[in-house]
C-alpha cells in the first residue's frame, strides 16, 4: 500500500525570515542614499529661492527706486509698511513674494545685506545651508565663494 504524503501549503519560518532579513539589508542600503537625495534637493531648491529673490529684488528696485534696507530687510518684498519711507511705500506694487518664501528649506532666514559686500549686484542673499552655521562651505549664496 501506498502512502500520500500531505504538506500543507505556505512558508516555512525558515522562509519567512530570511526574507526579512533580505528586506532589511535592502533597507540598510537604500535609505542612507534616499536622504542624499533629499538633501541635494534642499540645497538646489536654496539656490533657486535665492535666484528668484534677486529677481523680485530687481522688480522691487524699479518700482520703488532702490532696493529695501538692510534694516527693512526682505520683509519689504511682502509688506509696504515695512519700508522706512511711506512715501515710497506710495510706488510699491507688490507682494512681490510669499512670507514663507523668506526661509530656507531648513527653515533659517534667508540673510539679507545692502548695499553687498561680496557681490556687483548690489545686495548679499545667503542661506546657512544644511548645518546651519554661517562661514561654512555649504553656504548657498547670491556670490562667488
Given at each position: 500500500m501506498?502512502?500520500k504524503?500531505?504538506?500543507?501549503g505556505g512558508?516555512t519560518?525558515?522562509?519567512v525570515?530570511l526574507v526579512?532579513?533580505?528586506?532589511v539589508?535592502?533597507?540598510?542600503?537604500?535609505?542612507?542614499?534616499?536622504?542624499?537625495?533629499?538633501?541635494g534637493?534642499?540645497?538646489?531648491?536654496?539656490?533657486l529661492?535665492i535666484?528668484?529673490?534677486?529677481?523680485?529684488?530687481e522688480?522691487?528696485k524699479?518700482?520703488?527706486?532702490?532696493?529695501?534696507?538692510?534694516?527693512?530687510?526682505?520683509n519689504?518684498?511682502?509688506?509696504a509698511s515695512e519700508?522706512?519711507?511711506?512715501?515710497?511705500?506710495?510706488?510699491?506694487?507688490?507682494?512681490?513674494?510669499?512670507r514663507s518664501?523668506l526661509?530656507?528649506?531648513?527653515?533659517?532666514?534667508?540673510?539679507?545685506v545692502?548695499?553687498?559686500?561680496h557681490?556687483e549686484?548690489?545686495?548679499d542673499?545667503?542661506?546657512?545651508?544644511?548645518d546651519g552655521?554661517?562661514g561654512t562651505?555649504?553656504?548657498?549664496?547670491?556670490?562667488?565663494k
Amino acid at each position: 500500500m501506498m502512502t500520500k504524503s500531505y504538506r500543507a501549503g505556505g512558508f516555512t519560518l525558515l522562509e519567512v525570515l530570511l526574507v526579512i532579513v533580505i528586506l532589511v539589508a535592502l533597507a540598510a542600503i537604500l535609505l542612507p542614499q534616499l536622504g542624499a537625495i533629499g538633501e541635494g534637493a534642499r540645497i538646489d531648491t536654496t539656490g533657486l529661492l535665492i535666484k528668484t529673490l534677486q529677481g523680485k529684488l530687481e522688480t522691487f528696485k524699479l518700482n520703488i527706486g532702490r532696493y529695501p534696507t538692510t534694516s527693512e530687510g526682505l520683509n519689504a518684498l511682502v509688506d509696504a509698511s515695512e519700508l522706512s519711507d511711506q512715501d515710497l511705500a506710495k510706488k510699491w506694487r507688490g507682494p512681490y513674494i510669499e512670507r514663507s518664501q523668506l526661509k530656507d528649506p531648513w527653515n533659517n532666514e534667508i540673510h539679507y545685506v545692502q548695499p553687498g559686500e561680496h557681490n556687483e549686484k548690489g545686495v548679499d542673499l545667503a542661506s546657512n545651508g544644511p548645518d546651519g552655521d554661517e562661514g561654512t562651505d555649504d553656504d548657498i549664496t547670491n556670490w562667488e565663494k
